[in-house]
């Protein structure tokens, strides 16, 4: 058989994005041709440096440059200088948007070697996905501020929730609770906020009641994030608005150990564009440069994206790797070790070898 030919836009960033960018795309290229994949990378400079060159976070035609490509890499965005809201509204919103990449998927899984900040019961273990809406809810452009700089001085946000946006996310996480534990946890906040949460809800319901096998429960924003400090053993998947799941994946990676090995993806589900896969950290700068960043979010990042094309066995293979390195000890100074970047990507490649 010849090798199925993936391009992969590959967007490194700013800091350690372009750290933790390079020693993944090499493991990509060792593990694909096992699996019957060829790796082609189609490389953009777009980040802060080329929004302070040229006044855009990417070309005009950005988004066209993307949508050739079967899968989209981005290590991180984000410079001191540069504000946040435009590196995120400059280039990671547009691309979630216009790629209908309305699922944000992020595993929360303490993985073995990892020391967990909390205080498990005997046989608990935490291991679950958080499924974030991507495309609408909190984080909206409708509004605006009137009488700058004065005393009455207004500021207004509107929420946008449509039938159809929940809709489609309710339906992604029941189908992924279905072929794990059954069990979905919704998160609202239908006490405080009386429209768009209530419909929420409402929405969610619905589309449970063709999910007879998975359970689903309600909780108020406030007391899910206690619960997931008191009690992470009982979460399966959790479906949250973009405000919320954003928290709550923060919580989630602080949870199982280290920023620095959470990973993400933007899916588009029905793969009519492409997925977006990054780790769920920054661009760190305040380590950036030392070579000391943790790769393994990126890493894992990458078996997700394996995943999502379609072979799960090789993001298997690449997750077990990863695993391997975290208990044989090899580990950067974020989770306690002396390991540099590079030594740690190669501990990686040699499991990977290993396991071959
Ligand atoms: P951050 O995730 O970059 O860093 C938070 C802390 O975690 C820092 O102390 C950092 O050293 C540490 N850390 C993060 N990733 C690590 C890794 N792989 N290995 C070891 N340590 C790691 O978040 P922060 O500081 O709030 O933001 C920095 C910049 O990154 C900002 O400009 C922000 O807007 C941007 N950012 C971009 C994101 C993206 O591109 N999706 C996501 C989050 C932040
Ligand atoms: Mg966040």
Redesign the pocket.
Known sequence: DSPRKVTVAVIP?????AE?MEPALGILEEIGPRHGLEFAWQHHGWS?EHYTRTGRMMPADGIDQLAGADQIL???????G?P?HV??WGL?IPIRRAFRQYVNLRPVRLLPGIECPLRLREGEDIDFVVVRENNEGEYSEVGGRVYRGTEDEIAVQESVFTRRGVTRVARYALDLASSRRGSLASATKSNGIVHTMPFWDEVVHEVAAGYPGVEVADYHIDALAAQFVRDPGRFDVVVASNLFGDILTDLGAAMVG????APSGNLNPEKEHPSMF??????????AGRG???????IWTASMMLDHLGHPEAGAELLSAVTATLTSGVR???LGGSASTGEVAEAVLEHLRDAA
């Open positions: 960033g700013d800091g350690i994005g933790v802060c981005l290590g991180a965005v984000g410079f001191p540069v946040d590196s995120l990671l280290s920023i620095g090995i990054e780790p769920v950290h920054g661009s760190a700068p305040d380590i000391v960043a943790n790769p393994l979010g990126m950067t100074p974020d």
